[in-house]
């Protein structure tokens, strides 16, 4: 599971973390959990014009992100969050079974919820990489 703002930083710094880990879910290494809220907050939050990103890439990458993902219905969760507005993303990432969600703004959620990791990209990126490297 994505928050938005992995996407954000995906987008504006190529060559980082959040960058690395939008190229997995691209690539087919991991699948992306979505509902209709988060694909709509991605479209909204991409195109906001203090990003200055192009509008058709941004239709073009959450075209692919629901294509290539996995939709999920998510029962609603009563859970008191820092901020409400990202219990969407919580919804979906324990709907859904996810492994992780990833943030970068980690005390948005907590450490962790219901068993749910809940970790910034550069830290999902050495879990990933380590369980990886474990299966081979």
Request: proline residues 6%; hydrophobic residues 45%.
């Amino acid at each position: 599971m994505l928050d938005t703002n992995v996407l954000v930083s995906a987008l504006l710094k190529p060559g980082g973390n959040p960058a690395r880990v939008l190229d997995l879910v691209v690539g087919g290494a991991l699948i992306l959990l979505w509902d209709s809220r988060i694909l709509y907050e991605y479209r909204e939050v991409l195109r906001r014009s203090k990003f200055s990103l192009d509008a058709l890439l941004v239709d073009d990458l959450v075209a692919l992100l629901e294509k290539i993902g996995e939709s999920v219905t998510p029962l609603p969760l009563s859970y008191s969050i820092p901020d409400q507005d990202d219990l969407p993303f919580l919804e979906v990432a324990l709907g859904g079974c996810a492994a992780a969600l990833v943030t970068g703004n980690t005390k948005d959620y907590g450490p962790s919820v219901k068993g749910l990791s809940i970790v910034n990209p550069a830290d999902f990126l050495r879990i990933f990489g380590r369980e990886k490297k474990q299966s081979s």
